[in-house]
């Protein structure tokens, strides 16, 4: 018989494209206590969805920990399987000791924070403080400072983390001190770190942000969505999205396409891109990979169901393909 679900600590933790925030939530998985369970719902803005894949093929529910995504950008209106769909799914299996959600480093946390807050939720979640890693580097480019989803997320924050602390010089922590200082919440806390690592005590305690609650949809229907669809004869799905300045396109290929682990890395290495993350069979094994403007990071992994791969940039380049295709093991 199930138990009910009353008061689960819940944390949203977020940033923008290229923060660190699926690395900082692995170390957060690594760490937790082996005597509880912990449930992820990430959101992507790519349809494909990888995120859900590189967080599995590290954890597992022998592990304690349960995965639920929603891709294609905002987890709250996404065609498909709408925020709430996943969150009861992921509740109902999971029973989970504390929740993690991650929306997509271009989601508004705020709309997040509102579905958590209706009175659905107002029983069985318990929002604890709210999580914005950012890149004090880039403090420096408009587009980011300029950009509505950026400043939302730090004025959100119960916790602001600067990231990446490792890259920053002297001018980069003085700007994030007054940028937050000037953007975030008077409450807000700013905390240094590097390589995600977050500390599980930050997780704990009420959150002091509000927003509108937004009432349940309870003619919300579960739809399929890309990342669901069987893959077609020719062995490989792609699909596109657009929104906030950004385009993301990505492929999902039938487990029996193995990939060149050698070629692929030459690949990825070589693209000019805001964002890739990927989970590939390879001839080598299964891999996950994540690109930054930083450095490509190749993470072995013990599972996955299929080989996928999603990029997100300011423009689109119809030969990515092709190239990908020829990244194919010979039989």
């Known amino acids: 018989m199930l138990k009910r679900i009353t008061n689960v600590p819940t944390n949203i933790i977020t940033g923008f494209l290229g923060a660190g925030i699926s690395t900082a939530i692995l170390h957060l998985l690594k760490n937790k206590p082996a005597d509880e369970k912990w449930a992820v719902l990430v959101n992507e803005f790519g349809e494909i969805g990888v995120d859900g ?43 989970p000791d504390r929740l993690l959600i991650e929306p997509t480093g271009l989601g508004h946390p705020i709309e997040v924070l509102g579905v958590l807050s209706g009175k659905y939720y107002q029983e069985s979640l318990a929002i604890n403080k709210i999580v914005t890693l950012v890149d004090a580097r880039h403090l420096s480019e408009n587009r980011y400072t300029n950009h509505e989803t950026f400043n939302q997320q730090i004025a959100i924050a119960d916790i602001i983390v600067g990231n990446k602390s490792d890259l920053y010089n002297d001018a980069d922590r003085r700007a994030l001190e007054a940028y937050t200082a000037e953007k975030g919440a008077p409450h807000a806390k700013l905390l240094i770190t590097g390589q995600g690592i977050l500390e599980s005590s930050w997780l704990h305690g009420a959150t002091l942000a509000t927003a509108e609650p937004q009432d349940y949809n309870e003619d919300a229907k579960a739809k399929p969505t890309v990342a669901e669809l069987p893959i077609p004869e020719s062995g490989y799905l792609k699909v596109e999205n657009k929104g906030e300045g950004f385009r993301s396109v990505g492929w999902r290929f039938t487990p029996y396409r193995v990939f060149n682990r050698d070629k692929l890395v030459a690949f990825f290495n070589k693209l000019n891109v805001e964002r890739m993350k990927a989970v590939f069979i390879t001839d080598s094994g299964i891999f996950g990979y994540n690109l930054t403007p930083d450095a490509l990071t190749e993470l072995p992994l013990d599972d996955t169901a299929e080989s996928r791969v999603d990029i997100i940039a300011s423009d689109i380049d119809g030969t990515w393909e092709t190239l990908i295709l020829d990244c194919l093991a010979a039989s």
């Open 53 to 95: 894949s590189l967080f599995e093929g590290k954890n597992s529910n022998k592990q304690g920990v349960f995965i639920r995504e929603v891709p294609g950008g905002c987890m709250c209106c996404t065609a498909g399987l709408p925020m709430q769909i996943a969150l009861n799914v992921l509740l109902t299996t999971a029973q």
